[in-house]
């Protein structure tokens, strides 16, 4: 089973992200882009890869134990932006940007480790808050500067999902397998 965990973006956030990229989705027509359907919205934690039932239990009890020492998390969307690069644009993103950034970067590391236990994939690369809009098939995106800009989104999350993500013909389906709740108190940080 493909797994990966996530950070759910609510329903009343995807909806009004879902009407944005309508809005915005005939100045992409030349990058012939694939968009991302609303139910599948998120912020991608960790992609782990293929897991069998074992290393999928062991998962399980890993993640349960860092949601323990995580407090909830403030998410609040950005600007709208591309990767790898403006020269080079294959993906149409959402800046998103995480407080308490400790409890954010604790709880990045665990998952890592969670996959380096497990054998899994495990990406090195420093984590990024990308929200995906849309993969665009052409490396070609107009000037964002002449798009208006994604709404502006503010909301608590008390949990992060793990996923299951099964790959078809229409694109990616993700199921829920498991929502871990974050059980630390909230701190207080000059830094956050």
């Known amino acids: ?15 009004q992200l879902q009407h944005y990229s309508a809005s915005i989705a005939p100045a992409f027509d030349r990058a012939r882009p694939t968009w991302v359907s609303p139910h599948n ?3 991608t934690l960790h992609f782990f890869g293929e897991l069998d039932n074992r290393a999928m239990s062991e998962l399980r009890a890993l993640l349960g134990a860092s949601a323990a020492h995580c407090a909830p ?5 950005g600007h709208l932006s591309l990767l790898p690069s403006i020269s ?4 149409l993103y959402v800046e998103a940007h995480i407080q308490p950034s400790d409890a954010l970067s604790r709880l990045v590391r665990s998952a890592r480790q969670a996959a380096q236990t ?5 990406d090195a690369r420093p ?6 809009l849309a993969r665009l098939k052409e490396p070609w995106a107009p000037d964002l500067r002449s798009l208006p800009q994604p ?7 008390e949990a992060f999902d793990l996923m299951s993500s099964r790959l078809s013909r229409g694109g990616a389906q993700y199921s829920l397998i498991e929502r871990f709740a974050f059980r ?9």
């Not at 998390?73 to 969307?77: A, H, K, Q």
């Not at 984590?127 to 995906?132: D, E, S, V, Y």
């Not at 630390?184 to 956050?192: E, F, I, L």
Request: glycine share 4%; with cysteine; hydrophobic share 50%.
């Open 1 to 15: 089973m493909r797994v990966f965990a996530a950070l759910p973006f609510p329903p009343a956030a995807r909806e």
């Open 41 to 43: 919205l998120h912020l």
């Open 73 to 77: 998390l403030r998410i609040t969307t």
């Open 88 to 91: 080079a644009p294959r993906v």
């Open 118 to 122: 497990l054998g899994a994939v495990c």
């Open 127 to 132: 984590w990024k808050a990308h929200l995906t």
């Open 151 to 157: 709404p502006a989104l503010e909301f608590k999350l």
């Open 184 to 192: 630390a108190a909230p701190t207080c940080s000059s830094g956050d």
